[in-house]
């Protein structure tokens, strides 16, 4: 969105829901970390028997995504944005205190929650996918075909080799693929959600957009901040199990898990904002059928290069008798 935009909607009368719409449209993808930590808290606190109150300080970390970038649009214009700064700022922090103080019980069967998980990863997927279509067509297919090939080899690679199972996910998997469909959304949806914080901030903080590697890191650390959230919550409730081996380490989450997050995503994104820079592509902006193919033909060399920053990290965190090298072992006798 150029300045000129963005200042006039936030000139624009207080409390109009015009305003606030406009916003939120434009920034989808950016809010629904905001909407993401409130929905997951809420979650946590009404829907699980027994509530799990002491999961409710991972919303922390998604919020922390929004409020920067919140904070960086508001500050980095000629003149302070305060009603755009001063109202993030108050949902950010009002929301999940009145729902931590004041949410009821509302418990849901296990399977119904497995269910609510599938299905709404769809609805996700549909509304962001509808952001793009409407404001940049073309990333419609850089985040929901290139970006959806990458994840899903990711998502059935991991199950394969042994680190997890979504066996209780029954709903959209399709032999003979391991992973479900809706898992395998997944990645379209957080990767077009970090990456879009990415491109705002790299429109204001010009170090960041001269660094193809920061950028990517960027991404990278957006997307597992979510994922600080949303997996101690997915564990809770049985949508992926961790094989046995692996020691609970964040809210019942291996350390593994979080280690493969930063492997995988950054390669990717690595690639993308570099072929943005040969290609002379704006963050943001269209990505046309040459751009789609030469990142889609990057992806074996993205995953190769995930695979080995994986093995390089765990050799560091767990050396070569770990759990994780012992899944590979088996793995490898298996073959």
Same mark, same amino acid.
């Given at each position: 969105?150029?300045?000129?935009?963005?200042?006039?909607?936030?000139?624009?009368?207080?409390?109009?829901?015009?305003?606030?719409?406009?916003?939120?449209?434009?920034?989808?993808?950016?809010?629904?970390?905001?909407?993401?930590?409130?929905?997951?808290?809420?979650?946590?606190?009404?829907?699980?028997?027994?509530?799990?109150?002491?999961?409710?300080?991972?919303?922390?970390?998604?919020?922390?995504?929004?409020?920067?970038?919140?904070?960086?649009?508001?500050?980095?214009?000629?003149?302070?944005?305060?009603?755009?700064?001063?109202?993030?700022?108050?949902?950010?922090?009002?929301?999940?205190?009145?729902?931590?103080?004041?949410?009821?019980?509302?418990?849901?069967?296990?399977?119904?929650?497995?269910?609510?998980?599938?299905?709404?990863?769809?609805?996700?997927?549909?509304? !962001?996918? @509808?952001?793009?279509?409407?404001?940049? /067509?073309?990333? #419609? $297919?850089?985040?929901? &075909? %290139? *970006?959806?090939?990458?994840?899903?080899?990711?998502?059935?690679?991991?199950?394969?080799?042994?680190?997890?199972?979504?066996?209780?996910?029954?709903?959209?998997?399709?032999?003979?693929?391991?992973?479900?469909?809706?898992?395998?959304?997944?990645?379209?949806?957080?990767?077009?959600?970090?990456?879009?914080?990415?491109?705002? !901030?790299? @429109?204001?903080?010009?170090?960041?957009? /001269?660094?193809? #590697? $920061?950028?990517?890191? &960027? %991404? *990278?650390?957006?997307?597992?901040?979510?994922?600080?959230?949303?997996?101690?919550?997915?564990?809770?409730?049985?949508?992926?199990?961790?094989?046995?081996?692996?020691?609970?380490?964040?809210?019942?989450?291996?350390?593994?898990?979080?280690?493969?997050?930063?492997?995988?995503?950054?390669?990717?994104?690595?690639?993308?904002?570099?072929?943005?820079?040969?290609?002379?592509?704006?963050?943001?902006?269209?990505?046309?059928?040459? &751009?789609?193919?030469?990142?889609?033909?990057?992806?074996?060399?993205?995953?190769?290069?995930?695979?080995?920053?994986?093995?390089?990290?765990?050799?560091?965190?767990?050396?070569?008798?770990?759990?994780?090298?012992?899944?590979?072992?088996?793995?490898?006798?298996?073959?």
């Amino acid at each position: 969105m150029s300045q000129v935009t963005e200042n006039t909607l936030v000139a624009a009368a207080p409390g109009s829901f015009a305003l606030a719409r406009a916003e939120l449209w434009r920034h989808l993808p950016a809010w629904m970390f905001f909407i993401y930590a409130c929905l997951l808290l809420n979650t946590e606190l009404t829907n699980l028997d027994p509530p799990r109150k002491d999961l409710a300080p991972t919303v922390v970390f998604p919020l922390v995504v929004f409020v920067l970038l919140q904070t960086v649009r508001a500050t980095a214009a000629a003149r302070i944005q305060w009603r755009l700064l001063g109202v993030s700022l108050a949902l950010a922090f009002g929301l999940p205190l009145l729902t931590f103080g004041w949410h009821r019980p509302s418990p849901i069967a296990p399977s119904t929650m497995l269910a609510v998980y599938e299905w709404s990863n769809f609805a996700w997927a549909g509304l !962001l996918l @509808a952001h793009a279509l409407a404001h940049e /067509r073309t990333h #419609a $297919l850089l985040f929901f &075909a %290139v *970006a959806f090939v990458y994840g899903a080899l990711l998502e059935n690679g991991g199950i394969l080799l042994g680190f997890f199972h979504e066996s209780h996910l029954t709903r959209t998997i399709v032999p003979p693929l391991v992973a479900p469909v809706a898992t395998m959304i997944g990645w379209s949806v957080v990767l077009s959600m970090a990456t879009f914080v990415v491109w705002e !901030l790299r @429109a204001r903080l010009p170090w960041l957009r /001269r660094s193809a #590697a $920061l950028s990517a890191l &960027a %991404v *990278a650390l957006c997307a597992t901040l979510l994922d600080l959230q949303i997996d101690p919550l997915a564990t809770a409730t049985g949508c992926w199990v961790w094989h046995a081996s692996l020691p609970p380490w964040f809210y019942g989450v291996p350390r593994v898990n979080f280690i493969a997050w930063m492997c995988a995503l950054f390669p990717f994104s690595y690639v993308m904002f570099r072929l943005q820079d040969r290609l002379r592509i704006a963050d943001g902006g269209r990505w046309d059928r040459r &751009a789609l193919v030469r990142l889609l033909a990057w992806v074996p060399g993205a995953l190769l290069l995930a695979a080995l920053a994986f093995i390089a990290t765990t050799l560091v965190f767990e050396g070569a008798n770990g759990p994780s090298w012992t899944i590979l072992n088996t793995f490898a006798a298996r073959l």
